[in-house]
């Protein structure tokens, strides 16, 4: 696999230069090629394989050149040993619940493989990484956990204050060691943008090390193919459900996680269609509906997880179809939805069908609602648990939800304690580079 820029198809490097470059020298995002059809004869058996395997298979297609199978097989049994189930919610409605990792957000899925992969890409090196991460709330914590303690890596985590939730912050403020909680007096498109920065800094990058983990590096990105295709599998098997009516519905925000079913969808997953659903920071829908691409500030959401106004994967999604808007807008049908609307969409679910929704599912699954058509199946993707949204989704319900052990525990308390570690910062690169310990000079 070669990696391109998506800003023209110039600079094509290997996987271990993707990674530590983190972008196109021409300021692009990595674009892998040729992302082949994988054989017919795994899309027969698929419904027989465990995750695991179908992530083996997914990864060696993809890294097989550069990374030992044996070492793939090692990297997806560990990284996924947790559930992804299928469940049936109305219908000809089901979620693909990606939150049973241990930060209860789908970022487990890439952050736990890119953490393995980049630790076998660094073996031999004996200079510290420091890994940047942007977050709009899930990235940080999902991030921090991967890395947490492994020797030989930095993690910054930059977050835009306030913006996001209590149980999110406490997943990598309250760590300590080697986590380094960075606060920025903006917003999501903010930090993004300072990290961005940092990787077309020259004087930064000789003196250390970096590489980010956010979705801009194919190796978080790509990973997250393997569930499209796990839950194909497993819708599959439910009772009158065609394999060419499958329709795969994705909260939206910084664009990854649909972009990594795009690809999928490249590489012979046989997905009718993709619904892209935002909330309230629309430019994605304005653009699949008018062709008008306009990137502005965010604003603050109750599914604040997809609060962003720039987002970075817009421009893989037009190399993939060569900036056709026709093309694109033909596989992608966009859908949002205001605070009110996801807010009774989730008292109404739960009422109707008993389902308890996070917001940024519960935008997904509205918005399968609208699209679906006759004879059709929907898989929208349950990407954060509903406890980690807890004060929203009790505002909603209008009554208390349980919360699972893990964010039981790291309660908004514990993460006062760990306070001092985090250091606030102005919404600005020199503030950043100026100020950082551990970045600074
Ligand atoms: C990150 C996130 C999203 C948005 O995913 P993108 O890949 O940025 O589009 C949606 N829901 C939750 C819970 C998230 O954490």
Same mark, same amino acid.
């Given at each position: 696999m070669k990696f391109y820029s998506s800003s023209g198809k110039t600079g094509s490097v290997g996987l271990h230069q ?40 997914? +990864?060696?297609? +993809?890294? *097989? ?21 299928? #469940? ?24 736990? #493989? ?31 956990? %991967? ?10 985590? +930059? ?14 403020? &309250? ?55 796990? %839950? ?16 795969? &519905? ?58 962003? *106004?720039?987002? &970075? ?18 596989e992608i049908e966009g859908y949002s939805f205001s605070d009110e609307e996801i807010m009774a969409g989730i008292k ?29 199946? %929907? ?22 939800? #349980?919360?699972? +052990? *893990? ?15 985090? #250091? ?18």
């Amino acid at each position: 696999m070669k990696f391109y820029s998506s800003s023209g198809k110039t600079g094509s490097v290997g996987l271990h230069q993707a990674v530590f470059d983190g972008l196109a020298p021409d300021g692009g995002l990595f674009m892998p090629e040729p992302l082949r059809r994988l054989p017919s004869a795994f899309f027969q058996n698929i419904g027989e394989m465990s995750l695991p395997e179908i992530g083996f298979v997914v +990864l060696n297609a +993809l890294f *097989g050149d550069e990374i030992p199978s044996q070492k793939i097989k090692e990297i997806v049994t560990e990284a996924l040993n947790f559930d992804i189930p299928l #469940i049936g919610v109305e219908n000809n409605i089901y979620a693909l619940e990606l939150y049973h990792g241990p930060t209860y957000a789908f970022k487990d899925v890439g952050a736990r #493989i890119m953490a393995r992969v980049l630790s076998h890409l660094n073996r031999n090196a004996n200079e510290t990484i420091n890994v940047l991460v942007a977050t709009s709330g899930d990235s940080g914590g999902a991030v921090a956990n %991967g890395f947490y303690k492994v020797p030989g890596v930095e993690v910054f985590v +930059l977050y835009p204050k306030d913006k996001i939730s209590e149980e999110q912050r406490a997943q990598f403020a &309250s760590l300590g060691e080697n986590i380094h909680a960075v606060e920025v007096n903006g917003t999501f498109d903010d930090c993004q943008g300072i990290v961005r920065q940092a990787f077309g800094d020259k004087e930064l990058r000789q003196r250390i090390k970096i590489t980010s983990a956010n979705s801009f590096n194919p190796v978080r990105l790509l990973p997250q193919m393997i569930y499209y295709f796990y %839950g194909y599998s497993r819708v599959l098997q439910m009772p009158g459900v065609k394999p060419d009516e499958i329709v795969f &519905s994705v909260p939206s925000g910084n664009l990854g996680n649909l972009c990594s079913g795009l690809f999928a969808k490249r590489m012979g997953l046989p997905v009718k269609r993709f619904v892209a659903a935002n909330n309230a920071n629309n430019v994605f829908d304005e653009f699949l509906r008018s062709g008008q691409y306009s990137p502005r500030k965010s604003v603050l959401t109750c599914a604040s997880a997809m609060d962003v *106004g720039r987002p &970075s994967n817009f421009d893989r999604i037009c190399s993939l179809y060569e900036g056709s808007h026709e093309r694109i807008s033909g596989e992608i049908e966009g859908y949002s939805f205001s605070d009110e609307e996801i807010m009774a969409g989730i008292k109404l679910l739960s009422e109707h069908e008993g389902y308890i929704a996070d917001p940024h599912g519960m935008t997904a699954y509205l918005a399968l609602t609208q699209s679906l058509r006759e004879g059709e199946t %929907g898989v929208f993707l349950e990407t954060a648990h509903p406890a980690k949204f807890r004060k929203t989704v009790e505002k909603a319900l209008e009554r208390e939800i #349980i919360a699972p +052990l *893990g964010l039981e525990t790291k309660s908004p308390k514990t993460s006062k304690a760990a306070k001092p570690s985090t #250091i606030s910062i102005a919404p600005t690169y020199s503030a950043f580079k100026n100020q950082v310990p551990g970045i600074k000079r």
